[in-house]
């Protein structure tokens, strides 16, 4: 059986006094006076009036679908343990999204907690297992830093947990022997649970609105802070920072690394670093998403112009971009096909490249050569993490067809390295993408990012009223 095992040993300088190792760390007394002095004197916690949280309901709903298709067979699903991040920190918990998705519980819920569903005749008995909180009185209040209140602040126990979620709760301590190894294949379950994500429930759809929304005002606040972005010497991570504490203000934080690239930085798709300088005349690639206290998140790209006027030829490259964006989205409706969307943005970006006469031609039609410049895929589905469902079968995925209630991006993009010997001298170093999160709807789809503006003319009018 798996156990926590707190590392009180190098927590704020508890060492044994007998360890020979870190002697400039100074021990906690450890007799009967100082244990009843600690132990006693403390006010009562005020009652804390639980509510059944939003997503129970919900989560109740997927619980019963993944038992249905794992009749008799035992499904465990951990939380996760906290990562170390060096010596005795750790990183801030994050829940596995597997976990998160079946109990509804975000945040950083719960170190350590096990969800396991236990095979009946009619099904299966879950039992949410949590550490339970170390309270005044108790000797772990302040001497165990996993669950002590000292350490941590005030957790829900495990009546609380009960309340919250609508599942039943035990100490982790009681966690059956041997239930860790599990008897179901964990890559079974995985799989299984990226396809039941794949169609949003209603909570799930309101929670990337929630998500959208914030990231479009975080956007906003970004961009605000071009000035200072322009005078700064890592101008990048000035933009990077705003959008970052403004998802930390408003959300659990973001939903994946923001990508703040200025100039040739725009041409990495993943360029994480920013800490490149903001130039005007040049571009601002800002690809980023809040992720809120559920854990769901938004994915959203826009390519800037820093100066505030897009150039003749970085309008004509965003064009081109923008109309692949807008044909994919005219296409999206149930019953196509997901990777159909990817195939409509990429026949406008060869058709467009090859009337600029940049694409040259293949000797095998198969070659594609125009993709040398948007060699990413146009769309990746997206919820509880930022490429949902990425454990599914292809088949159900790349191949699979839409249905209402599906959520997933829309991001075409053309990228000139400054390196790039066979571009056009003019369009080396210029790099746009342009990302939406689109709603399959009944009959269409619905653009839940289409408040932030997209036609270059908007950008350019939005990014004035800013300040720009």
């Known amino acids: 059986m798996r156990r926590i095992v707190p590392r009180a040993a190098w927590d704020h300088g508890e060492v044994n006094d007998k360890d020979e190792t870190n002697k400039a760390r100074t021990g906690r007394p450890t007799t009967q006076e100082f244990k009843d002095f600690m132990g006693s004197h403390w006010a009562a916690h005020e009652d804390v009036a639980v509510t059944r949280i939003a997503a129970a309901p919900y989560a109740a709903e997927r619980r019963a679908r993944l038992s249905a298709l794992f009749p008799g067979e035992r499904i465990v699903v951990p939380a996760g343990e906290?990562?170390?991040?060096?010596?005795?920190?750790?990183?801030?918990?994050?829940?596995?999204?597997?976990?998160?998705?079946?109990?509804?519980?975000?945040?950083?819920?719960?170190?350590?907690?096990?969800?396991?569903?236990?095979?009946?005749?009619?099904g299966h008995d879950v039992t949410l297992y949590l550490l339970p909180p170390a309270q005044p009185g108790d000797e772990g209040f302040y001497s165990d830093p996993a669950a002590g209140e000292f350490w941590i602040g005030?957790?829900?126990?495990?009546?609380?947990?009960?309340?919250?979620?609508?599942?039943?709760?035990?100490?982790?301590?009681?966690?059956?022997?041997?239930?860790?190894?599990?008897?179901?294949?964990?890559?079974?379950?995985?799989?299984?649970l990226a396809e039941l994500r794949f169609v949003k429930d209603e909570y799930e759809i309101q929670q990337l609105r929630d998500a959208v929304d914030a990231t479009i005002a975080g956007f906003e606040a970004a961009i605000?802070?071009?000035?200072?972005?322009?005078?700064?010497?890592?101008?990048?991570?000035?933009?990077?920072?705003?959008?970052?504490?403004?998802?930390r203000e408003e959300g659990n934080g973001t939903g994946y690394e923001t990508i703040a690239a200025a100039g040739p930085h725009a041409?990495?798709?993943?360029?994480?670093?920013?800490?490149?300088?903001?130039?005007?005349?040049?571009?601002?690639?800002?690809?980023?998403?809040?992720?809120?206290?559920?854990?769901?998140?938004?994915?959203?790209?826009?390519?800037?112009?820093i100066s505030g006027e897009y150039t003749a030829t970085q309008r004509r490259v965003y064009e081109?971009?923008?109309e692949a964006a807008d044909v994919a989205f005219a296409l999206v409706k149930p019953g196509i096909k997901f990777l159909d969307i990817h195939f409509a943005a990429v026949d406008v970006i060869e058709k467009r490249l090859t009337e600029w006469g940049i694409a040259p031609e293949s000797v095998d039609p198969e070659s594609k050569l125009f993709r040398r410049w948007m060699v990413h895929g146009t769309s990746h589905h997206l919820g509880i993490d930022v490429h949902d469902c990425?454990?599914?079968?292809?088949?159900?995925?790349?191949?699979?067809?839409?249905?209402?209630?599906?959520?997933?991006?829309?991001?075409p993009g053309l990228y000139f390295q400054e390196g790039d010997l066979v571009a056009p001298e003019e369009l080396r170093g210029i790099g746009v993408r342009i990302?939406?999160?689109?709603?399959?709807?009944?009959?269409?789809?619905?653009?839940?990012?289409?408040?932030?503006?997209?036609?270059?003319?908007?950008?350019?009018?939005?990014?004035?009223?800013?300040?720009?």
């Open 82 to 122: 906290l990562k170390t991040r060096s010596n005795d920190t750790d990183y801030r918990f994050r829940p596995s999204s597997d976990f998160a998705y079946l109990t509804g519980l975000g945040l950083d819920h719960e170190p350590g907690a096990v969800l396991v569903f236990e095979p009946v005749a009619d």
């Open 154 to 192: 005030r957790r829900p126990g495990l009546e609380e947990f009960a309340a919250m979620t609508g599942i039943a709760t035990a100490a982790l301590a009681d966690l059956p022997e041997g239930t860790l190894e599990g008897e179901q294949p964990a890559e079974a379950v995985r799989v299984a």
């Open 224 to 247: 605000a802070q071009l000035p200072r972005a322009v005078a700064h010497k890592r101008g990048e991570r000035v933009i990077e920072a705003s959008f970052d504490g403004h998802a």
């Open 267 to 305: 041409t990495t798709l993943h360029w994480i670093s920013n800490t490149g300088e903001v130039r005007e005349g040049d571009l601002l690639l800002l690809d980023a998403g809040v992720e809120v206290e559920s854990l769901y998140t938004a994915d959203v790209t826009r390519t800037f112009p």
């Open 320 to 322: 081109i971009v923008r």
């Open 390 to 411: 990425a454990e599914a079968k292809r088949d159900l995925y790349m191949e699979g067809v839409l249905e209402p209630g599906m959520v997933f991006t829309i991001e």
């Open 435 to 468: 990302e939406d999160d689109i709603l399959v709807t009944a009959d269409g789809a619905e653009n839940l990012s289409a408040a932030l503006p997209r036609h270059p003319d908007e950008v350019e009018a939005w990014m004035k009223r800013l300040g720009r």
